[in-house]
């Protein structure tokens, strides 16, 4: 059996850091949604207990080291407990489109979307609260991408609240040509005074799709508490982050822990002039993108 699932990037509307906790981990809370940009991920079953990975990408490892090699590990391990006898084996091509390290959580993604797609060829028809503990073991990340496309995630992540948010916006992603180790930023993050009161992650502050001027306004109430560490941790951040604000003629945010930018508008056409005017004034990659509907749509099953 063969089947294609695309695995999607994702954007923090919201990032609360809430504390450091005694594992090391942060308690957190965010608003999260994927957006349409895609990894594609093609697997196919195998007459063994073998898995191989293979990548468009030369630079990323295709061994233990990859998140979808650990997954594929762990619901082996797993499933072996109810079914010995059965192969339990797969082949994966990784088509890799999200860039690495760029706050996006372009691997996590990859996580979980081999979870669902080896539960449906392996037939283990294992419930999504199963994958979802399996899930955690893997990254704090990789939960909220079984449940999209939009979730607030709570604890370390593994606290998810899948809800349906409908903006029928444009998204900017604006990626910088440098990474940023998500552990590098939260060693730098130190308790600093709560944001303003306008926190998306409460649902009584979602605004409607039709609401006016809707872009700007989701904006103007989107925080990131990792944005300071990360422009301690990545001086050149500070800078960019106000020339592009200053392009945009609208607040810019960080994605995560970076080093992915993002801003939004309410019509097509001036999220593509500023993604245009981006590449030729500063010489940034960017891509134009919309929430999604779907986390992890099939395009293939033979």
Wanted: overall charge negative; aromatic content about 6%; hydrophobic content about 45%.
């Amino acid at each position: 059996m063969r089947e294609t699932v695309r695995s999607p990037a994702k954007i923090n509307w919201t990032l609360r850091v809430v504390r450091r906790r005694e594992d090391g981990y942060h308690d957190i809370e965010s608003l999260v949604c994927a957006v349409t940009l895609y990894d594609e991920l093609t697997f196919s079953t195998r007459d063994d207990d073998r898995f191989i990975l293979t990548c468009s990408n030369p630079s990323l490892p295709c061994d233990d080291h990859n998140l979808i090699c650990k997954a594929a590990a762990l619901l082996a391990t797993e499933a072996r407990q109810e079914t010995p006898l059965r192969p339990l084996g797969a082949s994966c091509h990784l088509m890799k489109n999200i860039p690495v390290g760029g706050g996006l959580g372009g691997g996590s993604s990859n996580a979980a979307a081999t979870l669902l797609t080896l539960n449906r060829l392996w037939g283990l028809d294992l419930p999504l609260d199963h994958l979802a503990s399996l899930a955690a073991h893997l990254g704090s990340d990789v939960p909220l991408f079984l449940y999209g496309p939009a979730a607030v995630i709570r604890g370390r992540g593994e606290l998810v609240q899948p809800v349906r948010l409908g903006w029928p916006i444009w998204i900017v992603l604006i990626l910088p040509d440098f990474a940023i180790a998500t552990a590098s930023v939260y060693r730098a993050w130190r308790p600093a005074p709560e944001p303003p009161a306008r926190r998306l992650a409460a649902p009584e502050d979602w605004l409607a799709p039709d609401a006016p001027d809707l872009a700007v306004r989701l904006l103007e109430r989107a925080y990131n508490m990792l944005e300071p560490p990360a422009v301690e941790v990545c001086a050149p951040l500070r800078g960019l982050l106000e020339h592009l604000a200053s392009l945009a003629g609208r607040p810019v945010r960080l994605s995560g822990s970076g080093s992915t930018l993002f801003t939004a508008f309410d019509d097509r056409s001036e999220a593509e002039s500023l993604a245009r005017r981006a590449g030729e004034q500063l010489g940034l990659q960017t891509r134009v993108v919309q929430p999604v509907e779907q986390a992890m749509p099939v395009t293939n099953q033979v």
